[in-house]
C-alpha cells in the first residue's frame, strides 16, 4: 500500500514535471512564432514602402520624360508650322530680320506676361514693335484659321526662345 502511494506521487511528479516542460516548450515556440510574425510584418511593410517609394520616384521620372519629350515634339511641330505658313520669312530664330526674332518676340511676351496665343488670333494688341504691326498683321487671317492644337504648337515653338 505505501508502495503504490510512493508509484502514485512518483507519476504525478513526473506528469507535472512533463506538463510543466511541455508548457515551456510551447511558450518558447509561441514566442519564436511571434518573433516570426513581427519579422514577416515588418518585412512586408519595408517592402510595401519600397514599392511605394519605387512606383513615386517612378511617376516622377515618367512625367519629367513626358514633359521634356512633349515639349520637344510640340517645338519640331510648332518650327514645321512656322516654316509651312511663311512665318520663318520674316521671323528669323535669333537675328532681326523683316520682323522681329522670335528670340525677341519670346523675351519680350516673358517680360510684359503677353498672351500669345490671343494676339494671333486677333483679340490682343501687339507689344512688341507695334509701329511694324502692319506688316504682321495679315498674317493673322493664317494664325486666326489654325486649329488650337497647332496655335499651341506654334506659341511653344516661338516661346521656347525665351
Ligand atoms: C511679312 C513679314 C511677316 C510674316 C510673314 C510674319 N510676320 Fe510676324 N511680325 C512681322 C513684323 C514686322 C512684326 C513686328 C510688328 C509687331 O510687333 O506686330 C511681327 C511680329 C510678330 C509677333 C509679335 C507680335 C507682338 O505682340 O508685337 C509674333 C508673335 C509673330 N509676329 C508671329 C508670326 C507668325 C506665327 C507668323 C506666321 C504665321 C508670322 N509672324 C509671319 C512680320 C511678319
Redesign the pocket.
Known amino acids: 500500500m505505501k508502495k503504490l502511494f510512493v508509484l502514485v506521487l512518483f507519476v504525478m511528479g513526473m506528469s507535472v514535471t512533463f506538463t510543466s516542460c511541455d508548457d515551456a516548450k510551447k511558450t518558447a515556440k509561441d514566442a519564436v512564432e511571434t518573433t516570426k510574425d513581427a519579422a514577416k510584418a515588418t518585412g512586408d511593410a519595408v517592402k510595401d514602402a519600397a514599392e511605394a517609394t519605387g512606383d513615386a520616384v517612378k511617376d516622377v521620372a515618367d512625367k519629367a520624360v513626358d514633359a521634356v519629350t512633349g515639349d520637344a515634339e510640340q517645338i519640331k511641330k510648332g518650327k514645321k508650322l ?1 516654316l509651312m ?3 520663318l ?3 528669323q530664330e535669333h537675328t532681326k530680320s ?3 526674332s522670335y528670340e525677341e ?1 519670346a523675351k ?2 516673358k517680360e510684359k506676361g ?1 498672351n ?1 496665343t490671343k ?2 488670333k486677333g483679340n ?7 509701329a ?2 502692319a ?5 493673322l487671317s ?2 486666326q484659321k489654325m486649329s488650337g492644337d497647332d496655335l499651341a504648337a ?1 506659341t511653344t515653338y ?1 516661346r521656347s526662345f525665351e
Request: glycine fraction near 12%; proline fraction near 6%; charge should be negative.
Open positions: 512656322a505658313n511663311g512665318c520669312a520674316c521671323h523683316v520682323g522681329p518676340v519680350g511676351y503677353g500669345m494676339f494671333l490682343a494688341d501687339a507689344i512688341i514693335d507695334p511694324q504691326f506688316v504682321m498683321k495679315v498674317n493664317i494664325t506654334l516661338i
